[in-house]
């Protein structure tokens, strides 16, 4: 008797409990902060403050696409709410709610602009955003060509600095992400073509585009031969294997939060059209299918808060969408990028060249064009005109299939983006 | 009633394979031949016009044809230590199979550990004196070096399963035939020559084609150790269908895999025939 009296006290203790429990986590689908470190940091100093609680996943691109569309077929889903690049978010416009009710007061108006993803709603607010940036040893900086400004460096002058390392240390320097996991073809994508080209896309084959890479290739003679196994730059700028490199803030954050003093970032090189850069900007959006909207509306508001702009930027290092007052302690790699990401898009020679957009799914086809011919034309050193020239024809008939048009720094097109 | 036990035994079974590989077979054998709903040949089309695709397609037979027969040699070595021994047999068994127990991926980052940069072989080279500063191994300016890291970890990983069945083989071989053997003058090499080998034909067959099979699947070690460096149709398809997300295509490359496949087992079953009147 007395057993069953305390089993009933403790299911009496329980009850109020389970009202609390059956309250589901708000699912957080996310293409960011993936890496583990990173999801952990999400979870534990950024969403943590959100009432009910949030189940933050970071997911490759196939899976998390996958998922979306596997509950927008259903009808019904339990994503929350989404996160992404620009480029991810692109092609599910049919799939997103409308999200013009939430306050985006402090956000700039272009920002706010490529959420509409072309339509007449507010798709995706922005979350944060980031670039990508040059980072060195100090130890370099002795090297550097006379008359050169490591704030408005060319890439001839790069190309001199990185001989003069090699020829100095007697090891090539130079460091480019061209590992499985790196981020190589936003570097041709965005920086190197654009610079040459004025275009990604358009003037993909032109004699503009086959000088870009006979200059990538005279760079590539002082890069490490290590670089093909490299997927984030702050692991070897940490060893010291590498002293120049080119990656995304994110992925050279380590290298000056452990070791401020030995490292300087700087913007990215200038060609004959410009200082070519490709912000990132990556958006928060809700699906039609979301089991809560009203949650999933809570949880994009509270994302948009200052403090919590100022706990991602401190978990993922990408930066506040909205001005925010920047506390004093914030990491060393915040305040060495800040300033060089500052100067690079306010170079009077600026030419932000943005993430690809409306490829929808085909945005891992698009980026493995100029990996395969990074490739051919470097790894496997095959004839520049003739890698071009055929895929040229690969990237025409993509565009086509996608019905993409041009995006910035290509002029806009009605159809599919030419490939002249 | 007994007489229908058997097959409501093997009911279970046979649904559970109908489920989780016929029908997913089906699936991607009509994903390889349509586009966008439409019968077509586009996907293997584009599949056989993508610069990396006949390297990866030799690449993987290559890899085979070096890994099966020195595998299948190590095997009957070891198979014929382990039958011969006396005292000491399950241990030395134990020990032979440990690589078994690892997944392939893991056994992948064993050996990029080994020989990384900052890898194990460079530590102790450079602890010796023999070399100044690090070499890098795993790079694209050496495939050969890439190519034989994959070699050692692929026998490493997978010969304990040929050596595993081809043990249970030599088990099954009367003692009579090799004693007749050694009466009649016959050497050591002679009686396996010409004694086990032949008797062994069941066994080999079923341990050459697992191992040919899985040769032709191989992925998780080649990504390990030669990431993008060393395309493998097993990659590619894996790229195909989560880099580059074109279903189709990666259906297509899934397959050639199953089409070699099959054609080797077909080979392997011909050419290791044992007729029924000659089995044991």
Redesign the interface.
């Known amino acids: 008797m007395k057993r069953i009296l305390t089993l009933t006290a403790l299911m009496a203790a329980a009850l109020p409990l389970i009202p609390a429990a059956a309250q589901a986590e708000a699912l957080f689908w996310s293409t960011q902060a993936k890496p583990v470190e990173e999801s952990q940091a999400m979870r534990e100093q950024v969403l943590a403050g959100f009432a009910g609680g949030v189940d933050y996943q970071g997911m490759d691109n196939g899976p998390w696409l996958t998922r979306i569309q596997a509950e927008l077929q259903a009808g019904n889903g339990s994503i929350a709410v989404l996160g992404g690049l620009h480029g991810d978010l692109t092609g599910l416009e049919d799939g997103l709610m409308d999200l013009s009710t939430i306050d985006t007061s402090g956000i700039g108006e272009a920002m706010l602009a490529l959420g509409a993803l072309g339509t007449d709603q507010q798709l995706y607010l922005p979350w944060m955003q980031a670039t990508y940036l040059m980072a060195a040893n100090r130890e370099a900086l002795q090297y550097l060509p006379a008359g050169a400004d490591l704030n408005a460096l060319t890439y001839d002058q790069l190309i001199a600095w990185a001989a003069a390392v090699h020829e100095a240390t007697g090891t090539p320097r130079f460091g480019f992400p061209a590992g499985p996991q790196g981020l190589r073809h936003r570097f041709f994508q965005g920086f190197l073509l654009p610079a040459y080209t004025g275009s990604t896309v358009t003037e993909f084959r032109s004699a503009d585009a086959v000088e870009a890479w006979g200059v990538f290739g005279d760079l590539w003679a002082h890069t490490t031969p290590a670089s093909t196994n490299y997927s984030f730059m702050q692991e070897p700028l940490l060893t010291g294997d590498v002293w120049i490199a080119f990656d995304h803030v994110a992925r050279l954050a380590d290298a000056f939060n452990q070791r401020p003093d030995d490292f300087v970032a700087f913007p990215a090189p200038a060609g004959p059209k410009g200082r070519a850069y490709m912000p990132v900007l990556a958006g928060l959006a809700v699906m039609k299918t979301a089991p809560d909207a009203a949650q999933s509306m809570a949880l994009v508001e509270y994302m948009l808060r200052p403090e919590t702009q100022i706990a991602t930027l401190r978990a993922t290092n990408f930066f506040p969408v909205k001005a925010v007052d920047m506390p004093a302690d914030m990491p060393a790699s915040v305040q060495a990028f800040a300033p060089a990401i500052a100067t690079m898009t306010g170079a009077a020679d600026a030419l932000p060249a943005l993430l690809p957009m409306g490829l929808g799914d085909k945005g891992g086809q698009f980026s493995q064009i100029y990996t395969d011919t990074f490739e051919q034309i470097i790894l496997a050193g095959r004839p520049v005109q003739d890698v071009l020239d055929a895929q040229a024809e690969v990237l025409r008939a993509l565009m086509v299939e996608a019905g993409a048009p041009c995006w910035a720094p290509d002029a806009p097109s009605d159809g599919p983006c030419p490939v002249n | 009633m007994p007489r229908a036990l058997p097959y409501l035994l093997l009911l279970p079974a046979t649904l559970f394979l109908g489920v989780f590989f016929l029908y997913p077979f089906l699936n991607v054998a009509w994903d390889s031949i349509t586009r966008g709903g439409e019968m077509t040949l586009a996907n293997y089309q584009r599949m056989a016009s993508h610069?990396?695709f006949s390297t990866a397609f030799w690449n993987t037979l290559f890899l085979a044809a070096l890994v099966v027969p020195i595998q299948l040699a190590m095997a009957l070595t070891m198979a014929s230590i382990v039958t011969r021994l006396e005292k000491g047999r399950s241990s030395i068994l134990y020990i032979f199979a440990i690589p078994l127990g690892i997944s392939d991926l893991a056994a992948g980052l064993i050996w990029l550990a080994i020989f990384e940069?900052?890898g194990f072989l460079n530590s102790m080279l450079y602890g010796l004196g023999v070399i100044e500063?690090p070499i890098?191994f795993?790079?694209?300016?050496n495939p050969v070096v890439i190519l034989i890291a994959i070699v050692l970890a692929e026998v490493w990983r997978a010969t304990a399963i040929m050596m595993v069945i081809l043990v249970a083989g030599m088990g099954l071989i009367p003692k009579e035939y090799g004693e007749a053997a050694e009466v009649f003058g016959a050497s050591r090499w002679q009686r396996f020559i010409r004694v086990t080998l032949p008797m062994l034909k069941p066994s080999l067959q079923t341990a050459l084609i697992l191992r040919v099979i899985l040769a032709f699947e191989v992925f998780a070690v080649v990504?390990a150790l030669g990431?993008?460096?060393f395309p493998v149709l097993m990659s590619e398809t894996y790229?195909w269908?989560?880099?580059?997300?074109?279903r189709g295509v990666a259906a297509a490359y899934a397959m050639v895999i199953l089409g070699i496949s099959i054609a080797f087992t077909l080979v392997i079953l011909r050419l290791l025939h044992v007729p029924k009147e000659a089995r044991i």
């Open positions: 610069w990396k940069q900052s500063r890098l795993l790079s694209y300016q990504m990431g993008t460096q790229n269908q989560f880099v580059m997300q074109d």
